[in-house]
C-alpha cells in the first residue's frame, strides 16, 4: 500500500488528485467496456501497431533492434525482425510508432497516452496469453489515466511531454494486466511520479532523433512501477501534487468529469506529421487539383495560421525527417507535391526531391493573431499559379474527434504502413480480425497473423 504522510503542503491539487484515483476505481471496477469504447480502442490498437510496423523498418530502429538482440535474445519479434527481450521489444515499439510522426494523440492532454501503453502492455499480453478483452481494459484505464495526467500537468516551455506523464498511464495499464486493484495500481502510479524525467524539445529543433527514444523510457517507467507496486515498494501520496507545483506549468484548471471516457475523444492521424502541420496539408490537398497548370507554375504561397502552429513547427529547410514532421512548410509543400503525407515522403529518394525543396522555399508563413486569441485552430492557404489566385481555408481535420477516421480508413492506413514488412494478405487478416474478432480471442492469435 501507499505510505500516508501526516498532512500534504500541495492542496490545491487534491481535487486532482482524487479524481484520478477515481479514475483508476472505475476503471479497475470490471465492467464491461461500452462497445463504442472497444471498438475505439481497437482502432487505436491496429493504428498504433501499424505505425510500429511503418517506423521499424528505418536503418536507425534495424540497428537498434540489432544491438538489443546481441545483448539479449528472447522470445518476440517484429515481422522480419530479430529475437528480443520483452523490455527491448517494448522499447523498440514505442519507438517505432513515433518515427514517422503519424501515430495518435489526444488535443485535452496535449500528447499521445496511447503509444507507450500499448507499447508495454503487448510483451506482457503475449507472454500471459492474455484475451483481448483483458487487453482492451487495461489499455482503456492506462488511456484515461494518462490522457488526465496530460491535461493537469502541463509541461514547462522547453520540454516535451513523451518522456513525462505517459508513464503515469502505462503504470496504470500494466498494474490492470498484471491483476492488481487500484489501490495497488495508484502506488504505481505514484511510485512513477517520483521519477517523471524532463524530457526536452531540443532534439526536435536540432533535428536529431533521440526523442523518438521517450515514449520507450516512458513504457519501461510505468512497467516498471507497476512492477514495484505488486512486490509491495510503497510511495508518498501527493508526489503528483508536489510534481505540479515544483515541476509542471500546471494549472487549476476544470476536472475532466468522472466517468467521462477521453479514450472515445482521442485522435488518429491521416498524414504523418504532427497535428499542427495537418491544417496545411489539407489546405494543400483542396488546391492540388485546381491547379490546372501544374505545380511547376507556382510562384507563391501563404500559409496563415494559428500562432502555436509556428511556434512548434516553424522549422524551415528541413534536413532530417523528424525536422520535417515538425515543419509547416514542409508539409504544405509535400501536400502539393504528393497529395498526402506518409512515411514514404520522410525515406532518402521523396525526403529532398528538387520540387518539394523548391514548393517549400516558397511558402510564407503569417500567424492568424485573431485565430490565437479565440484559442481556435485551422489555416488559410493561398497558392499564386500563373495569372490565378486560389485559397483555401480549413478549420477541422479529419480524425478529430469531430470527423474521426472510419474503420475502413483506419484499416488502409495499416495496409499501407504494413506494407514493407507484411505481406498484403496478411496485413489484410490481421486488420479484419482485429476489427471483428471476440473478447475472448488471445493477443498471440492475433500477433501471430503478421508472421
Same mark, same amino acid.
Given at each position: 500500500?501507499?505510505?500516508?504522510?501526516?498532512?500534504?503542503?500541495?492542496?490545491?491539487?487534491?481535487?486532482?488528485?482524487?479524481?484520478?484515483?477515481?479514475?483508476?476505481?472505475?476503471?479497475?471496477?470490471?465492467?464491461?467496456?461500452?462497445?463504442?469504447?472497444?471498438?475505439?480502442?481497437?482502432?487505436?490498437?491496429?493504428?498504433?501497431?501499424?505505425?510500429?510496423?511503418?517506423?521499424?523498418?528505418?536503418?536507425?530502429?534495424?540497428?537498434?533492434?540489432?544491438?538489443?538482440?546481441?545483448?539479449?535474445?528472447?522470445?518476440?519479434?517484429?515481422?522480419?525482425?530479430?529475437?528480443?527481450?520483452?523490455?527491448?521489444?517494448?522499447?523498440?515499439?514505442?519507438?517505432?510508432?513515433?518515427?514517422?510522426?503519424?501515430?495518435?494523440?489526444?488535443?485535452?492532454?496535449?500528447?499521445?497516452?496511447?503509444?507507450?501503453?500499448?507499447?508495454?502492455?503487448?510483451?506482457?499480453?503475449?507472454?500471459?496469453?492474455?484475451?483481448?478483452?483483458?487487453?482492451?481494459?487495461?489499455?482503456?484505464?492506462?488511456?484515461?489515466?494518462?490522457?488526465?495526467?496530460?491535461?493537469?500537468?502541463?509541461?514547462?516551455?522547453?520540454?516535451?511531454?513523451?518522456?513525462?506523464?505517459?508513464? &503515469? /498511464?502505462? %503504470? +496504470?495499464?500494466?498494474?490492470?494486466?498484471?491483476? *492488481?486493484? #487500484?489501490?495497488?495500481?495508484? !502506488? @504505481?502510479?505514484?511510485?512513477?511520479?517520483?521519477?517523471?524525467?524532463?524530457?526536452?524539445?531540443?532534439?526536435?529543433?536540432?533535428?536529431?532523433?533521440?526523442?523518438?527514444?521517450? &515514449? /520507450?523510457? %516512458? +513504457?519501461?517507467?510505468?512497467?516498471?512501477?507497476? *512492477?514495484? #507496486?505488486?512486490?509491495?515498494? !510503497? @510511495?508518498?501520496?501527493?508526489?503528483?501534487?508536489?510534481?505540479?507545483?515544483?515541476?509542471?506549468?500546471?494549472?487549476?484548471?476544470?476536472?475532466?468529469?468522472?466517468?467521462?471516457? &477521453?479514450?472515445?475523444?482521442?485522435?488518429?492521424?491521416?498524414?504523418?506529421?504532427?497535428?499542427?502541420?495537418?491544417?496545411?496539408?489539407?489546405?494543400?490537398?483542396?488546391?492540388?487539383?485546381?491547379?490546372?497548370?501544374?505545380?511547376?507554375?507556382?510562384?507563391?504561397?501563404?500559409?496563415?495560421?494559428?500562432?502555436?502552429?509556428?511556434?512548434?513547427?516553424?522549422?524551415?529547410?528541413?534536413?532530417?525527417?523528424?525536422?520535417?514532421?515538425?515543419?509547416?512548410?514542409?508539409?504544405?509543400?509535400?501536400?502539393?507535391?504528393?497529395?498526402?503525407?506518409?512515411?514514404?515522403?520522410?525515406?532518402?529518394?521523396?525526403?529532398?526531391?528538387?520540387?518539394?525543396?523548391?514548393?517549400?522555399?516558397?511558402?510564407?508563413?503569417?500567424?492568424?493573431?485573431?485565430?490565437?486569441?479565440?484559442?481556435?485552430?485551422?489555416?488559410?492557404?493561398?497558392?499564386?499559379?500563373?495569372?490565378?489566385?486560389?485559397?483555401?481555408?480549413?478549420?477541422?481535420?479529419?480524425?478529430?474527434?469531430?470527423?474521426?477516421?472510419?474503420?475502413?480508413?483506419?484499416?488502409?492506413?495499416?495496409?499501407?504502413?504494413?506494407?514493407?514488412?507484411?505481406?498484403?494478405?496478411?496485413?489484410?487478416?490481421?486488420?479484419?480480425?482485429?476489427?471483428?474478432?471476440?473478447?475472448?480471442?488471445?493477443?498471440?492469435?492475433?500477433?501471430?497473423?503478421?508472421?
Amino acid at each position: 500500500m501507499t505510505d500516508k504522510p501526516a498532512s500534504s503542503s500541495h492542496g490545491r491539487w487534491i481535487d486532482h488528485q482524487l479524481r484520478l484515483k477515481d479514475t483508476l476505481d472505475w476503471t479497475f471496477a470490471g465492467n464491461p467496456l461500452p462497445p463504442e469504447v472497444d471498438a475505439h480502442g481497437r482502432l487505436l490498437l491496429l493504428d498504433t501497431i501499424g505505425c510500429m510496423l511503418a517506423g521499424r523498418v528505418a536503418p536507425e530502429v534495424i540497428a537498434l533492434e540489432e544491438q538489443f538482440s546481441n545483448l539479449e535474445s528472447g522470445p518476440f519479434s517484429f515481422p522480419q525482425g530479430r529475437r528480443l527481450s520483452s523490455s527491448a521489444i517494448c522499447a523498440i515499439g514505442a519507438m517505432a510508432a513515433t518515427w514517422d510522426e503519424a501515430c495518435e494523440g489526444h488535443a485535452l492532454a496535449h500528447g499521445r497516452p496511447g503509444v507507450p501503453v500499448i507499447a508495454a502492455l503487448l510483451p506482457l499480453a503475449l507472454t500471459r496469453d492474455t484475451r483481448l478483452g483483458p487487453f482492451m481494459d487495461a489499455l482503456n484505464a492506462g488511456y484515461e489515466v494518462g490522457a488526465r495526467a496530460g491535461a493537469w500537468l502541463r509541461i514547462r516551455p522547453g520540454m516535451h511531454v513523451d518522456a513525462n506523464w505517459p508513464a &503515469l /498511464g502505462v %503504470a +496504470a495499464a500494466v498494474a490492470h494486466l498484471l491483476g *492488481l486493484d #487500484a489501490d495497488d495500481a495508484m !502506488t @504505481a502510479v505514484n511510485i512513477a511520479a517520483c521519477q517523471l524525467p524532463t524530457s526536452l524539445y531540443l532534439p526536435v529543433t536540432a533535428g536529431s532523433v533521440a526523442r523518438n527514444t521517450y &515514449l /520507450g523510457h %516512458a +513504457a519501461w517507467l510505468g512497467t516498471m512501477a507497476a *512492477l514495484n #507496486a505488486q512486490a509491495g515498494i !510503497t @510511495a508518498p501520496t501527493d508526489p503528483l501534487g508536489f510534481y505540479a507545483d515544483n515541476y509542471s506549468a500546471a494549472t487549476p484548471e476544470p476536472l475532466v468529469p468522472s466517468g467521462q471516457r &477521453l479514450l472515445l475523444d482521442g485522435y488518429l492521424k491521416p498524414y504523418a506529421a504532427v497535428r499542427h502541420v495537418h491544417y496545411g496539408i489539407e489546405a494543400a490537398r483542396a488546391l492540388r487539383d485546381q491547379l490546372d497548370e501544374g505545380m511547376d507554375k507556382i510562384s507563391r504561397i501563404t500559409l496563415k495560421i494559428y500562432p502555436e502552429a509556428i511556434t512548434y513547427c516553424g522549422n524551415r529547410d528541413p534536413q532530417t525527417p523528424i525536422q520535417a514532421q515538425f515543419s509547416l512548410s514542409y508539409g504544405v509543400a509535400a501536400g502539393l507535391r504528393f497529395g498526402t503525407v506518409d512515411p514514404a515522403q520522410y525515406r532518402k529518394e521523396r525526403f529532398n526531391e528538387p520540387e518539394v525543396r523548391r514548393l517549400e522555399k516558397l511558402v510564407r508563413i503569417v500567424p492568424d493573431e485573431a485565430m490565437g486569441a479565440s484559442g481556435k485552430r485551422g489555416a488559410t492557404l493561398s497558392i499564386e499559379s500563373g495569372y490565378k489566385e486560389e485559397e483555401a481555408t480549413v478549420t477541422t481535420i479529419k480524425g478529430d474527434a469531430a470527423d474521426p477516421l472510419s474503420q475502413e480508413e483506419v484499416a488502409a492506413k495499416f495496409l499501407r504502413y504494413a506494407a514493407p514488412s507484411v505481406e498484403a494478405d496478411k496485413a489484410y487478416h490481421f486488420a479484419a480480425a482485429m476489427v471483428a474478432c471476440t473478447l475472448d480471442t488471445p493477443v498471440r492469435q492475433l500477433w501471430d497473423l503478421l508472421f
